[in-house]
Nanobody, 115 residues
């Protein structure tokens, strides 16, 4: 059974940084992309960043220049380095994986940006 487990969330002051991790486990066939999404209370789940199997990256306009997505294929882990955090970045952050066999979501990790 494939699982995605996020970690690294927490409470941080505006201007601070956090690094989220998403570790994949289980029998995984070819991975096409791994994404980060986020969902604030009362809002829809929004795309944040993507890394493809050939290391191409894409970002939402709201995080460009502040967030960086990266991956470690050997560890089947994707990271999201978040710098210059703003209160509007507060949300539950979810990892998503599109693979040959199926698509998978993690359980989410809470990020709160507040003074």
């Amino acid at each position: 059974q494939v699982q995605l487990v996020e970690s690294g969330g927490g409470l941080v002051q505006p201007g601070g940084s956090l690094r989220l991790s998403c570790a994949a486990s289980g029998s995984i066939s070819s991975i096409y992309v791994m994404d980060w999404y986020r969902q604030a209370p009362g809002k829809q789940r929004d795309f944040v960043a993507r890394i493809t199997n050939n290391n191409m990256t894409t970002y939402a306009d709201s995080v460009k220049g502040r967030f960086t997505i990266s991956g470690d294929n050997a560890k089947k882990t994707v990271y999201l380095q978040m710098n210059s955090l703003k209160p509007e970045d507060t949300a539950v952050y979810y990892c998503f994986m599109q693979a040959l066999s199926n698509n998978y979501w993690g359980q989410g990790t809470q990020v709160t940006v507040s003074s």
